[in-house]
């Protein structure tokens, strides 16, 4: 487990490349945060480390990108997936990500779907504390 502050955008970034390293395909990361902890910084570290160059950006209005690298990245933001029932999820994509064993597969807001969620390998937590971030990483 790893905890500590995160001072400045770069300091996420370096976090987010630093388990991007750990990745391995099929791995699956959630992302959990308050509004402007951070949470797509992070992903462009993540991203970097998985060999991907191409800007990377919050998924919330299109639900999820698709990024490729030397291990593709899906980026899923679950923030308009609450109250969703299974067959709704199901039609949006949901059985499609969670079943690519080929990528790293990254979901911003899991508590929105927890009870679809399979377990992750690791778990981000950011949280803002006046102008710095915390971040916990459980997982291995």
Request: proline letters at 5%; charged letters at 20%; glycine letters at 10%.
């Amino acid at each position: 487990m790893q905890n500590s502050l995160l001072p400045d955008a770069q300091a996420t970034r370096q976090c987010g490349f630093d388990l991007g390293l750990l990745a391995r395909a099929g791995d699956l990361i959630t992302l959990s945060g308050p509004l402007g902890a951070g949470k797509t910084t992070f992903a462009q570290g993540l991203a970097r480390a998985l060999g991907i160059s191409e800007a990377i950006s919050s998924p919330t209005f299109v639900l999820m990108n698709e990024y490729r690298g030397a291990i593709p990245l899906l980026h899923l933001d679950a923030y308009r997936l609450e109250g969703l029932d299974y067959g709704a999820l199901r039609d949006a994509g949901w059985e499609e990500f969670v079943n690519r064993g080929d990528a790293v597969r990254l979901v911003e807001w899991p508590e929105m779907v927890a009870m679809w969620l399979p377990a992750p390998r690791f778990r981000v937590t950011l949280e803002i504390e006046g102008e710095v971030r915390r971040v916990t990483v459980t997982g291995e």
